[in-house]
């Protein structure tokens, strides 16, 4: 707590008018009037002398201003023939600047300032040390003085320290420095206070205050309290029960407890290996999560205000830790060749969990590869310990390695139609089908599905071959896969003809008319033969129900060209294969139609079908 008092200080007696004239030169009326006072500062409860000059004679306002905005009128305020007065205003105890205004009957004014203010602004008392004192011995404190802080305060001054209220039997108090000299640039001093007790100072706690006062003005004063206390004589400390060894694991609590007696308080420090461990100041010391670097030998030093005992050692003998490995993202059951997935886990220990591969897989770090598409891969997790904590039981995941499925496709089979016999190129290609990557190897096989087929290597890209029948040939590709990836097939239509040569005279092919007698026979004549030149003699190659005529409307041949049918045969025959000849042979009987018209359709069975046109006369 901070006090102040101020005392009150006797009035300054009015200066004369001949003390006046004696400090202030005459001035004329016509000069500029001055306002001053007799200090710049005062202390608490003085009163202020205030003189002007160079004003009008007569009648003098005079008012000033308190730091706190209140304006006090000073009363009676005359100037004399000179221009020159006296007055004198008494300090209330308001801390601060002041303002005195002076004005005239002629309405010119003057002003001046001054402060009231203390040196010592306040005093602070700090805590006991130690607390409680022993009877006989010494406490000491720290105490602060504070400069005051109003205008007033400023400039070097010194404070004599003293205690002002009465200490308890036996004690004495002093101070280290006293009195304290502040510098006009310090704005506080501390001194050191000792107070002394015998052995008859009674115990408990008693108060007491301090006071700063300034070396030269009795009214500059502040105080602030303090209190002592203490205690009887003590007895020096006992352990009436020692710590207990222990032996933990890694993570389990352990407490050493201590039992001690003697004058209280007591105070406890605890230590490992003798050295001091901080925080630990209390009858019992806790380790709430042991490791292996807090094993140890314990004990515990107690102490009062006259002695110290040490107690027992307590060992300390901690063992390490079984962790476990617990999978939060497991391995797949299976994967696909060449596609990647990830894992997790943690251990209880909290220490991090490493992954490797075996098998078909490789990884870095919880990323794994599928390096094939058969056999398995193995996902090993560990943990191998520290200094805490014994290696955890590795965990391992199978993998089963699945091939990656491709597509095959048949991008062009050339050339298309075909004849029979001839070679012709199918290529391919061969994908890997995503999520997965690669090049397949292994081979492709194309079959016509009539038992013709070539094969070739995946990287070939085609392979030939030769359908040895005719007609419409559904083109297979087959790959074959290996052993990261499926097989897989596309298929594509293929046609393959007969050379056909043909109709021989006295026949004419579309787009010519052939114009006959109706009812004479007319001869049909052609070959058929494969890629190579081979004849084909077989009449089953002309589909069933063929050669066959039909009749047309004549206008749908209308400005086609004609040619006349210079041979004829005698009587109709069906078709037959003339080895003479090496031809085909068919003889039409026309109709006894004259200006009819009609269309000759022969079929093979490769679908190609050719035909001829007849006008008969």
Not at 205 to 212: E, P, Y
Not at 287 to 298: E, H, L, M, N, R
Request: hydrophobic fraction near 35%; aromatic fraction near 8%; charge should be negative.
């Amino acid at each position: 707590m901070n006090l102040r008092k101020r005392s009150s200080q006797t009035l300054i007696a009015t200066v004369g008018l001949v003390l006046l004239l004696v400090l202030t030169p005459l001035v004329g009326a016509s000069e500029a009037p001055t306002l001053w006072t007799d200090k710049a500062d005062y202390a608490p409860g003085e009163t202020v002398t205030i003189f002007g000059a160079g004003f009008a004679p007569g009648p003098i306002t005079l008012t000033v201003t308190r730091p706190d905005g209140e304006v006090n009128n000073i009363p009676d305020v005359l100037a004399d023939e000179y221009g020159a007065f006296t007055a004198t205003y008494p300090l209330n105890g308001i801390e601060g600047t002041y303002l005195a205004i002076a004005t005239d009957s002629e309405g010119q004014t003057a002003q001046t300032t001054f402060t009231d203010g203390t040196k010592v602004g306040s005093v602070s008392v700090g805590t006991q040390s130690p607390s409680p004192v022993t009877a006989g011995n010494s406490a000491t404190y720290t105490v602060t003085v504070n400069r005051g802080t109003s205008g007033g305060s400023s400039g070097a001054f010194t404070a004599d320290l003293s205690v002002t209220t009465t200490l308890p039997s036996g004690a004495t108090a002093s101070f280290s420095p006293n009195p304290v000299s502040f510098t006009p640039s310090e704005n506080s001093k501390n001194a050191t206070l000792t107070i002394s007790t015998s052995g008859t100072t009674p115990a408990g706690t008693h108060g007491f205050t301090v006071r700063a006062t300034k070396s030269d003005a009795a009214g500059d004063w502040a105080e602030g309290t303090g209190t002592l206390n203490v205690q009887a004589a003590c007895t020096a400390p006992s352990i009436t029960a020692h710590p207990s060894s222990a032996t933990k694991v890694v993570g389990q609590s352990v407490t050493f407890s201590v039992t001690a007696s003697g004058t209280g308080p007591l105070s406890y420090q605890w230590r490992k290996n003798g050295s001091t461990i901080s925080g630990a100041t209390s009858s019992d010391y806790t380790i709430a999560s042991v490791v292996v670097g807090d094993a140890g030998s314990y004990d515990v030093v107690v102490s009062n205000g006259c002695g110290t005992v040490t107690s027992n050692a307590a060992t300390l003998t901690v063992n390490k830790a079984d962790q476990s490995i617990s999978v939060t993202t497991h391995a797949p059951a299976n994967a696909v060749y060449n596609t990647t997935f990830n894992v997790a886990a943690t251990a209880i220990s909290g220490l991090p969990v490493s992954f490797s591969s075996s098998g078909v897989c490789s990884n870095v770090g919880a990323t794994f590869t599928m390096t094939s598409g058969t056999g398995t891969c193995t996902v090993h997790y560990n943990q191998a310990g520290n200094d805490n904590y014994n290696p955890a039981p590795e965990v391992t995941e199978d993998v089963t390695a699945v091939k990656a499925d491709t597509t095959t496709t048949i991008t062009s089979d050339q050339p298309d139609p075909s004849l029979l016999g001839q070679s012709y190129t199918v290529a391919w290609t061969v994908t890997v089908n995503p999520p997965s990557s690669g090049t397949p190897t292994g081979t492709v096989t194309v079959n016509d599905g009539n038992g013709n087929s070539c094969s070739a290597l995946v990287a070939a890209g085609s392979c030939s071959l030769a359908s040895t029948t005719v007609g419409t040939k559904t083109l297979t590709a087959t790959y074959s896969g290996d052993s990261n990836f499926n097989g897989s097939q596309d298929i594509e239509a293929h046609e393959v003809h007969y050379v056909f040569l043909g109709f021989f005279p006295p026949i004419d092919m579309y787009p010519v008319v052939n114009t006959v007698k109706g009812g004479s026979t007319v001869p049909v004549k052609w070959r058929l033969l494969d890629a190579n030149g081979g004849y084909i003699t077989d009449v089953g190659v002309v589909t069933s129900g063929y050669p066959k005529m039909l009749s047309i409307d004549c206008n749908d041949i209308l400005g086609l060209p004609s040619d006349g049918v210079e041979t004829t045969a005698t009587g109709g025959t069906s078709l037959r294969y003339d080895f003479t000849s090496m031809q085909f042979i068919y003889n039409w009987q026309t109709p006894k139609k004259p200006g009819t018209c009609w269309r000759l359709d022969v079929k093979f069975i490769d679908d190609v079908t050719k035909i001829a046109y007849f006008k008969l006369k």
